[in-house]
């Protein structure tokens, strides 16, 4: 059973950087991060959960929406397990509830990625609020 955990600072102000990480455990396997396809998702009030970023299990290939790119990276250390998302010059748009998702099968297309329904295990979610 693989487990998902984010964690992040929750309150920042505009124009600063933010770093999310998630937190990969199995069980009974003891596996870690290194086994999934990763990915970040976020839903910001009254709206849908929408896709981010993701990137591959050795960290050789990313995807990002095209909403976040430039600002947002995604990046993993697989020998340390977490998988993190940086996010540069903060916007209040960027207010949302922020989720950490891993993906059994293999590292595919950018349409197949940002489905959600491509992924198999979800994290309960990390708040981040961009307010001055």
């Known amino acids: 059973q693989v487990q998902l955990r984010e964690s992040g600072p929750g309150l920042v102000k505009p124009s600063q950087t933010l770093s999310l990480t998630c937190t990969v455990s199995?069980?009974?396997?003891?596996?870690?991060?290194?086994?999934?396809?990763m990915g970040w998702f976020r839903q910001a009030p009254g709206k849908e959960r929408e896709f981010v970023a993701a990137?591959?299990?050795?960290?050789?290939?990313?995807y990002y929406a095209d909403s976040v790119k430039g600002r947002f990276t995604i990046s993993r250390d697989n020998a340390k397990n977490p998988v993190h998302l940086q996010i540069d010059s903060l916007k209040p748009e960027d207010t949302a509830v922020y989720y950490c998702?891993?993906?059994?099968?293999?590292?595919?297309?950018?349409?197949?990625?940002?489905?959600?329904?491509?992924?198999?295990?979800w994290g309960q979610g990390t708040q981040v609020t961009v307010s001055s």
């Open positions: 998702a891993a993906r059994f099968g293999p590292w595919a297309s950018y349409v197949t990625v940002a489905t959600q329904n491509a992924w198999n295990a």
């Open positions: 199995c069980a009974p396997s003891g596996g870690t991060s290194s086994n999934y396809v």
């Open positions: 990137i591959s299990r050795t960290g050789g290939g990313t």
